[in-house]
C-alpha cells in the first residue's frame, strides 16, 4: 500500500511562485516513478510532470520553462517547483505513482492563481 500526501498548495499572484511537495508513505519511493497532474474546474486531470527514478524528466508544454519537478529520495518526497505562475495555472495539483500495476493518488492540493 502507497500513501501520497501533497501539501504546498495555496493562493498565489500572477508572477508567483510556489513550491509542492509529494511525500510518499513505505519503503519503495526510490524505486517509482513520480508525477504531478492538476484538474481545472470542468477539465480533464492533466499530466504537468513526471520524473523518473533515475531523475529523467517529462514537463508538459504549457509549463515547460516554468515549471520544475524533481525528487528527493532520502525524504521520499518529489517537488514542482511552479514559477512565474498565471491564473491558468488554478487548479487542484496531484501526486500519482505506480506500484505493482496499481496506480496511487493523493488527495490532491489547490492551487489558485489571483490578484
Known amino acids: 500500500q502507497v500513501q501520497l500526501v501533497e501539501s504546498g498548495g495555496g493562493l498565489v499572484q500572477p508572477g508567483g511562485s510556489r513550491r509542492l511537495s509529494c511525500t510518499s508513505s513505505?519503503?519503495?519511493?526510490?524505486?517509482?516513478?513520480m508525477a504531478w497532474y492538476r484538474q481545472a474546474p470542468g477539465k480533464l486531470r492533466d499530466l504537468v510532470a513526471l520524473i523518473t527514478t533515475t531523475e529523467a524528466t517529462t514537463i508538459a508544454d504549457s509549463v515547460k520553462g516554468r515549471f520544475i519537478i524533481s525528487r528527493d529520495n532520502t525524504k521520499s518526497t518529489v517537488y514542482l517547483q511552479m514559477n512565474s505562475l498565471k491564473p491558468e495555472d488554478t487548479a487542484v495539483y496531484f501526486c500519482?505513482?505506480?506500484?505493482?500495476?496499481?496506480?496511487?493518488w493523493g488527495q490532491g492540493t489547490q492551487v489558485t492563481v489571483s490578484s
Open positions: 500519482q505513482t505506480h506500484w505493482n500495476g496499481k496506480a496511487y
Open positions: 513505505g519503503s519503495i519511493f526510490s524505486a517509482t516513478h
